[in-house]
């Protein structure tokens, strides 16, 4: 089979062709229809997730149909169309029986822990607690587009940070992740505030549904931007971006008892921010991680997204091949797309 894959970390990718996988006893392959292209994967391509082993094949925002299931799938057959969640729980261990399968003791993550979906298959383990059906009226470059942005955005805005209609929700940064925020807590009732360096993203945001839009570049205090814009802080604030700066600002911004969601990875060098710890005491403030969700928890955003609530599709820039991703996941760090790209075609 067709992959992207890399030596060495920063290194050139490459198309190779590979043996395709097989799947374990409780396992599926799955023929990749589209896979999406996220900053992610670039976190892993620059050696910053310890869990990569060299040589390796990038990708974990994934949509297709199932060519093999392992003898011990039992809910699942060839040729059902499905996506996964990019942490895959292991269905056995603490995390997983209280249905946090998102934190699973012994995940495993596509383009990861193992190959990813740079190919045209990729194998995927505890098929029967992972897999997630697609509906007939979805398409696979929105299904993948999914991924891990808007996923992991559906359960920052709903489930970690318990968004409602009325509420004050400050977005920082307007990549995937933010514009899916932005998009979900906008179809909640949720008054949006959209923060980012660029005009053009700040006009999709806009076209997503946020109500006020800050240029970062243009104030001179981001978090007293939104302060005054808002009247006294956001209810809500997401740190879309993961960046020290934009961490800072997603805290400093809240009003008492707020609630910043921490979206965005901040790894490497920036793995420790500097949290302004006074202003969380004096406000009451929560800070909440958000990696993931769980399949379980997919049919409720499906379904807002089959009632036209959301429109994921909205935020896809662009399609391209899986050669033009051997460049295109290398220059991520530009931030010079708009919306999602999705790889759809592999060749």
């Not at 993550?109 to 990813?116: I, V």
């Not at 190919?119 to 995927?124: D, G, I, Q, S, T």
Request: net charge negative; charged share 20%; hydrophobic share 40%.
């Amino acid at each position: 089979m067709k992959a992207a894959l890399f030596e060495q970390f920063g290194g050139p990718l490459k198309m190779v062709d590979i043996p395709k996988p097989r799947p374990s006893e409780n396992g599926v392959v799955v023929r990749v229809m589209a896979t999406g292209l996220c900053r992610s994967d670039w976190h892993g391509w620059m050696g910053h997730d310890p869990d990569i082993s060299l040589p390796h094949v990038p990708g974990h925002e994934l949509a297709g149909i199932i060519e093999e299931c392992g003898p011990g799938v039992k809910l699942w057959k060839k040729g059902d169309r499905v996506t996964v969640p990019f942490v895959c729980g292991c269905g056995s261990c603490p995390q997983c029986a209280s249905g946090n399968h998102q934190i699973c003791d012994h995940q495993t993550q596509p383009g990861f822990t193992h190959w990813g979906s740079f190919a045209e298959y990729v194998a995927l383990e505890h098929a029967d607690i992972n897999l997630v059906a697609l509906p007939e009226s979805m398409d696979y470059v929105t299904a993948a587009s999914l991924g891990c942005r808007f996923v992991t955005s559906f359960r920052g805005v709903v489930d970690q940070g318990r968004v409602k209609a009325g509420e004050t929700v400050a977005v920082h940064g307007c990549g995937g992740v933010g514009l899916s925020a932005v998009m979900i807590a906008a179809a909640l009732g949720a008054r949006v505030i959209a923060i980012d360096i660029a005009d053009d993203k700040l006009e999709l945001a806009r076209e997503a549904g946020a109500a006020i839009t800050i240029n970062s570049k243009e104030v001179s205090s981001v978090s007293e931007a939104v302060r005054d814009v808002s009247r006294g802080g956001a209810d809500l604030s997401i740190d879309a971006l993961g960046h020290p700066e934009t961490c800072f600002n997603s805290v400093s911004c809240l009003s008492k008892r707020g609630r910043h969601i921490q979206i965005g990875l901040l790894l490497a060098e920036q793995s420790q921010p500097a949290i302004p710890m006074d202003i969380v005491i004096a406000r009451e403030l929560e800070i909440l991680g958000s990696h993931g969700m769980q399949a379980h928890r997919y049919p409720a955003m499906l379904q807002m997204i089959a009632d036209g609530l959301l429109k994921p599709e909205l935020l896809i820039e662009r399609t391209i091949t899986l050669t033009e991703s051997l460049t295109e996941l290398c220059d991520m760090n530009s931030f010079r797309g708009r919306g999602v790209t999705v790889i759809d075609r592999f060749e």
